[in-house]
């Protein structure tokens, strides 16, 4: 007897303890955080490097933070954009803005002013909180009417013990017209805000992502689509009071949204975080508090494995380690097996699934794909629905194993993107959401990705349209033609290759070199070219339309 999508066979692959959906009422993420203060006080909630920061003494800070978010005009439905590492002010910054009804619009800080500028334009917020090393040229040239407040690495570092090498060289600094987190705390310390808590259908976060078709737009992610997925990543890894969670994909990123700050919210426990990567800081910190939980891109745990000293620290703690946002090899997890004993389980997820989409349960060995040689990303999460349809006819659905385009619905998934009601019913039709991910899915259930239904390009896990690096190579004067695609990267995943013509005038003095140069000046770090190859003339359709396939062939 054949199997069929509406079977759902990824649940007869479930082990005995894997739930095949979640009952009882929806949390918000301040629901979750309010709970912890209430009954466990004192649990650490993070730690910042050595510092622990309490559930309660996370809630004060973020109460007087409230207030003065309050008097700046924060109330219910109004954005407040963050740009920021990874650092304590995320998640007190979060709280306040969600005791105000607000919403939290989390960006890259590597981001440059003119990629920033659409982003506080497109969300209307009303806040920015940013690092003080971003204000002067990065901030202040598109802050318009916002109010800013600033905060600097060092804010929440603990005086008695030794300043991390990343952080050695940073000095806070203050600008005039902008307000300063810590003053702020201070100064509101003590005063009783008037709560507007939100509720499980209201939106917690904008989450800007170039989803599966052009520039980036805001993935609303409601409350209740974190509540769902803390349920998922709760069982699918078997995560209980005793773990901590390591904090290492940026919490702008969806997955540091739910896989760390919610999921710490969601069982009380701690997230370790250390500002920026850094493999020995990592494994330092690993070793100090126990690390057992993260989901990461493959690059981290490369870059881990790659420490000259790693096996000279402790990890044997860290036994539910999950990487999500680029491909991982069967042959990279048989590495790590066998070099450092950390096992490796996958988990796929998008930003408009709220993160996972499936996960490999805790101990199950995910199969490879004899056909195309490509680790299973897992089995498709509880609660969810799935199908694979024609890549070209999305009406037509394909027998199960064979490869097309992947389509969920579930209560993870998002329901649109902010204001953008076209893009929308392009990408979700019927309450299905179309990732634009060619997928399999084999008569147990097991997922496996097979490529990209458009040209979107996957470094590290941060997603890069080629048209964003089109538009700055076209700003150089001497190009003529710019045409870019995503390239394999044994590191990356995938990195950026633009091809070009140039203009008649230019064809001598123009370089490869000079084009990453001016890319690199314009761009965030991920996003600019690291390979530019020049050509009399790139290849086109008789429309006029770059050949994209043909270049990733080159």
């Keep these: 007897m054949s199997v069929s999508y509406q079977d759902q066979p990824w649940l007869s692959t479930y082990p005995e303890w894997m739930p095949e959906n979640f009952s009882g009422s929806s949390e918000t993420v301040l629901d979750k955080f309010n709970r912890n203060v209430d009954n466990h006080p004192r649990q650490a909630c993070m730690y910042f490097f050595e510092k622990p920061l309490s559930f309660s ?4 800070l ?86 800013v407040v600033t ?30 987190f810590l003053e702020l705390i201070k100064n509101y310390n003590g005063i009783k805000v008037e709560k507007d808590f939100p509720l499980p259908d209201d939106l917690a976060y904008l989450v800007y992502t170039s989803g599966t078709t052009g520039p980036p737009k805001g993935a609303m992610i409601r409350h209740s689509n ?85 096996k000279s620290f402790d990890v044997s703690g860290f036994t539910k380690a999950y990487s999500g946002g ?11 097996r066998e070099t450092i004993g950390l096992e490796l389980f996958n988990v796929y997820g998008l930003t408009e699934s709220t993160s996972p989409a499936s996960i490999t349960p805790l101990g199950m060995q995910a199969p490879v794909d004899e056909v195309s040689g490509a680790l ?76 990209r239904k458009k040209d979107l390009i996957n470094v590290s896990g941060f997603k890069v349209w080629p048209r964003d690096v089109e538009d700055v190579l076209y700003l150089h004067p001497g190009v003529k033609e710019a045409a870019v695609v995503g390239v394999t990267d044994s590191y990356r995943g995938e990195t950026v290759k633009a091809f070009v013509s140039l203009v008649e005038d230019y064809r001598d003095s123009v370089t490869s070199e000079e084009l990453i140069a001016f890319c690199k000046e314009r761009m965030a770090a991920y996003k600019y070219p690291r390979i530019v190859e ?18 990733k062939s080159k």
């Design 57 to 60: 003494e996370t809630a004060a």
């Design 62 to 147: 973020a109460e007087a933070l409230a207030a003065g978010l309050a008097d700046m005009g924060v109330g219910r439905g109004d954005r407040v954009l963050f740009v920021l590492q990874n650092v304590p002010q995320v998640i007190i910054a979060s709280v306040a803005v969600w005791m105000r009804g607000g919403i939290v619009v989390p960006v890259n800080p590597m981001y440059t002013s003119r990629e920033l500028n659409h982003l506080v334009s497109d969300s209307g917020a009303k806040i920015i909180i940013c690092e003080d090393t971003l204000y002067e040229k990065n901030i202040a040239p598109i802050a318009g009417d916002c109010r």
């Design 151 to 180: 905060t600097s690495a060092v804010d929440f570092l603990d005086d008695s013990q030794p300043c991390p090498d990343q952080l050695k060289d940073v000095v806070p600094q203050a600008f005039k017209n902008t307000d300063n």
């Design 226 to 310: 974190i509540d769902h997925n803390c349920h998922v990543y709760e069982a699918g890894a078997r995560l209980d009071q005793s773990d901590v969670v390591w904090g290492i994909a940026p919490l702008f990123h969806i997955t540091g949204i739910v896989a760390y700050q919610a999921m710490a919210f969601h069982l009380g426990i701690p997230v370790v975080l250390h500002n920026r990567f850094d493999a020995v800081d990592s494994l330092k910190l690993i070793e100090k508090h126990r690390v057992s939980f993260t989901v990461a891109p493959i690059t981290v745990f490369i870059a881990l494995l790659n420490c000259p000293d790693v």
């Design 326 to 336: 680029a491909p991982v090899s069967p042959g990279t997890v048989k590495k790590f």
């Design 376 to 451: 299973s990303v897992g089995l498709i999460i509880p609660g969810t629905e799935a199908w694979i349809v024609d890549v070209e006819d999305s009406e037509k659905e394909m027998p199960v194993g064979e490869d097309g385009e992947l389509v969920l619905r579930g209560p993870g998934m998002i329901s649109g993107y902010w204001e953008k009601p076209e893009e929308t019913d392009a990408a979700i039709v019927n309450g299905c959401f179309h990732t634009g991910d060619v997928a399999k899915i084999d008569e147990q259930g097991w997922c496996y990705i097979v490529d």
């Design 534 to 551: 020049i050509l009399e003339e790139v290849p086109k359709t008789a429309t006029g339309k770059m050949l994209r396939r043909e270049l």
